[in-house]
């Protein structure tokens, strides 16, 4: 990994920009951080930072409609 690269993965976030990047709102990601889905750090009394790989390992992969679909059961009429 470059130090580029391995500063980039140490850059903090506001909330404002971590909600903006995520495409939710500043209060889901209170929450997520209140839930323990999310890390976040204190800069000061009152000001609270994301780290941008915190923000990577939140997101996860679901099933492409390419991959093989799981059994489908019949509606009876």
């Known amino acids: 990994m470059s130090s580029i690269t391995a ?3 140490r850059e903090l976030l506001t909330l404002d920009a971590a909600a903006e ?4 709102s500043t209060s889901t ?3 997520r951080i209140t839930d323990g889905q999310l890390r976040a750090f ?3 009394k009152r000001l609270i930072r ?3 790989q915190d923000l990577d ?3 996860r992969e679901i099933p492409s409609a390419g991959r093989r679909p799981r059994s489908v059961r019949s509606r009876r009429p």
Do not use: C, K
């Not at 990047?21 to 939710?24: E, I, K």
């Open 7 to 9: 500063a980039r993965s």
């Open 21 to 24: 990047l995520l495409g939710v």
């Open 29 to 31: 990601v209170r929450r």
């Open 42 to 44: 204190r800069t000061g």
């Open 50 to 52: 994301i780290r941008i």
């Open 57 to 59: 390992d939140l997101l």
